[in-house]
Every structure is written in C-alpha cells, then in structure tokens.
C-alpha cells in the first residue's frame, strides 16, 4: 500500500522568511504532483515532477524530486501572505492507474 | 474555471433521501475521479473511471453509486447515508488514467443529518 507523508502538518512563518515542506512516499513511484488548496475551494495543481532530480520553479516556490529518497521538497522563498494555503503532495503507483494518492496536507499561515 | 464542474456546491440531505452529485469535464480527458475530503484525513480516492468503465473501487460502502455515462460526465448517487459521511466530494479528469496529472472540480460540500 503506498503511503504518502507530509511534514510538517501545519506551519506558520512570517513575510519574508524561508521554509521548506517535505513529502515522503514509500513505495517506487517517479511522478509526484503538488497541489495547493484555499479554504473551501478545489484543489490547484502546481507542479509536475516527472524523473529522478527535477525541479521546477514557479515564483516563490520551487519543487524538486529525489526518487531514490522517495522524498520530494516545496522550497518557499521570501514567502508572501497571499501564499497561505494548505499544500499537498501526490504520488500514483509507477505505471498503475489508480489514480493519486496523497499526503494529509501542510496548512500553511503567512503572517504579515 | 478549471474545465471541470461540480454540482451542486452544498448538499444538505437526511439519513433516508436519494441524491446524486454531478460532475462534468470539458477537458476532453478519458479519466474521472471520485475523491472524498474529510476533516481529518487524507484525501482519498473512492472511484477511477476510464473511458467509461470503473477500474478502481476503493472499498467504498454500497451507499455511493458512481456512474459515467460518457467520457465527460460523472455521477455520484448517495442513499442511505450516515453522518460521517459528510465531507466534501471532489471530482477530478485527468488525460488518460495512466496520466495522473488530475485537474479537480470546485467539489460539493456534503453534510448528511
């Protein structure tokens, strides 16, 4: 059964500061997908990582994926309160198709 | 507007009603979810369409019936529920259902009394 981790839990920062949120899978899997979630709203896809050391950047947030560590980071740099939110990662069975499995989700709170 | 449409947004319902959630893709995916969103869990995964045939059923209660009448509709049919069941419903297509890539509806917020 593949089981999907994310510390930590919950995280509240100031404006301005860096932090790192970390997902751990366990199982063989090389896509992972985060996503990012406003209160009582859907679910806003923010990065695809496809292989082994991709990183992707978008604005203050940066993604990455280590597949031998099954352990994909969300970097957030000088981060913004308009970046409060929770995020979640994702990770489907390498070559299932069942669908994605995810974390429980980092609530995160940027305080101005 | 994220090309998949939920409706309704908020469901009240009783023990005993029938009702169904709907769910519709204009993305022109093969792949359609069904996940269920609780306070203090994980999302999970209920039901995996694709091209209109169910390959996934996650030990779901029979109380929840999916149904894909075609590639961009997707149903969820509720009777008999219990309480704990209400949480928030959420939809997802994706382009195949070997391609994860999901893009998730606004979902339905569910509260069953």
């Known amino acids: 059964e593949l089981k999907v981790e994310q510390n930590p839990l919950f995280l509240s920062m100031q404006e301005g500061k860096n932090y790192t949120i970390y997902c751990n899978y366990s199982?063989?899997?090389?896509?992972l997908y985060w996503y990012r979630q406003d209160p009582g709203k859907s679910l806003e896809s923010l990065f695809v990582l496809l292989s082994n050391g991709a990183v992707k950047q978008e604005g203050r947030l940066m993604a990455s994926l280590d597949t031998k560590a099954r352990l994909s980071t969300l970097h957030i740099t000088a981060a913004v309160h308009d970046l409060s939110a929770t995020y979640f990662c994702?990770?489907?069975?390498?070559?299932?198709?069942?669908?994605?499995?995810f974390g429980k989700g980092t609530h995160l709170i940027i305080q101005p | 507007e994220t090309g998949v449409t939920q409706t309704p947004r908020h469901l009240v319902m009783g023990m005993t009603n029938k009702k169904s959630l709907k769910c519709e893709q204009h993305?022109?995916?093969?792949?359609m979810y069904w996940y269920k969103q609780s306070a203090k869990k994980p999302l999970e995964l209920m039901f995996v369409?694709?091209?209109?045939?169910?390959?996934e059923n996650n030990s779901v209660p029979s109380r929840f019936s999916p149904e894909c009448p075609n590639s961009s509709h997707l149903f969820l049919h509720l009777h008999t529920l219990q309480p704990e069941d209400s949480a928030l419903y959420l939809c997802?297509?994706?382009?195949?259902?070997?391609?994860?890539?999901?893009?998730f509806g606004q979902g339905t917020r569910l509260t069953v009394v």
């Open positions: 369409y694709s091209l209109e045939e169910r390959v």
């Open positions: 993305l022109g995916h093969n792949a």
């Open positions: 994702a990770v489907d069975i390498l070559g299932g198709a069942d669908g994605l499995t």
């Open positions: 997802a297509s994706s382009q195949s259902a070997g391609n994860t890539e999901a893009f």
């Open positions: 199982t063989t899997s090389d896509r």
